[in-house]
């Protein structure tokens, strides 16, 4: 998957809404340290350098070296890229080692990885008793507008996407999720948690063109620009005010967070 946010990426960064900050607050008050946590599947850095607010060091990785090169600097973060196919001891190793993990976080990639391996190494990585690992993600139901996005703009992607957004789709209710909650959804009842974000229709349009099911058209011979301007031309009405104007949108966010058994 890391070919799907190469081309992408240095737009992608920009592109993206910004995780609120009580949820990083809210997950260090459940990890028992704040001393070292592993950002997986970092992307651009945008959980990263929030995580780092509340830690002494992160350590963020992701198998696209694109992203890994527009990631946003921070004193505290190291950007690492891993390859797939890493073995899992040497991913063991990479992050810090046996016990060595106060927080994983993966914010908006789960569904991309080999979840039993990436379990495997959270489970050896993460502090016993104390260690907290915490997944999110987000789709296309973005209020006010996610009726018209999810009925008009998802059926017409549906045919470039990769199966594995399907967990994402459907709120990562599939997810397996074999930890022990702690009070932030559980397997197949993943919390709703809200995501604003201030954009303008371009922005908006931008968003969705960044995503990887836009690189898979075009990868394909199909360019979504054209799909996706009429939409965004469908919208103006609802807008409210000039679609140059920012107004405030909010991603119906979904998260799961758990210790290991």
């Known amino acids: 998957m890391a070919g799907l946010y190469e081309k992408p990426s240095e737009t992608y960064a920009e592109k993206r809404p910004r995780y609120p900050e009580e949820w990083f607050s809210k997950l260090a008050s459940l990890t028992a340290g704040h001393r070292r946590a592993w950002d997986a599947g970092c992307g651009s850095g945008q959980a990263s350098v929030s995580i780092a607010e509340h830690y002494d060091g992160v350590v963020a990785t992701d198998v696209s070296e694109g992203q890994l090169r527009h990631a946003i600097a921070h004193p505290k973060v190291r950007y690492l890229h891993t390859p797939e196919g890493l073995p899992e001891d040497e991913l063991v190793a990479l992050v810090g080692g046996e016990g060595s993990l106060d927080l994983v976080v993966v914010a908006t990639a789960i569904h991309w990885f080999d979840v039993p391996l990436f379990y495997a190494v959270v489970n050896r990585a993460l502090k016993k008793p ?11 139901d973005i209020h006010p507008f996610g009726e018209k996005l999810q009925g008009t703009l998802y059926p017409a992607m549906r045919p470039y ?5 399907r967990l994402a789709m459907e709120r990562y209710h ?10 932030v959804g559980r397997e197949g009842e993943p919390a709703d948690v809200d995501m604003e974000a201030e954009m303008t229709l371009e922005d908006l349009a931008g968003f969705v063109m960044t995503g990887s099911v836009a690189t ?3 990868e394909r011979g199909v360019d979504l620009e054209a799909l996706v301007k009429d939409v965004m031309k469908e919208m103006e009405e609802g807008w409210g ?9 909010v991603f119906k966010a979904f998260m799961l967070a758990g210790r290991p058994m």
Do not use: S
Not at 130 to 140: I, K, Q, R, S, T
Not at 241 to 249: F, G, H, I, S, Y
């Open 241 to 249: 005010d000039l679609p140059t104007v920012p107004r405030k949108l």
């Open 216 to 218: 898979t058209a075009r």
């Open 174 to 183: 599939e997810l397996p999720f074999p930890f022990e909650p702690v009070g």
């Open 130 to 140: 104390g260690g907290v690992l915490a997944v999110w993600g987000y789709n296309y």
């Open 161 to 165: 996407m990769d199966p594995r957004t």
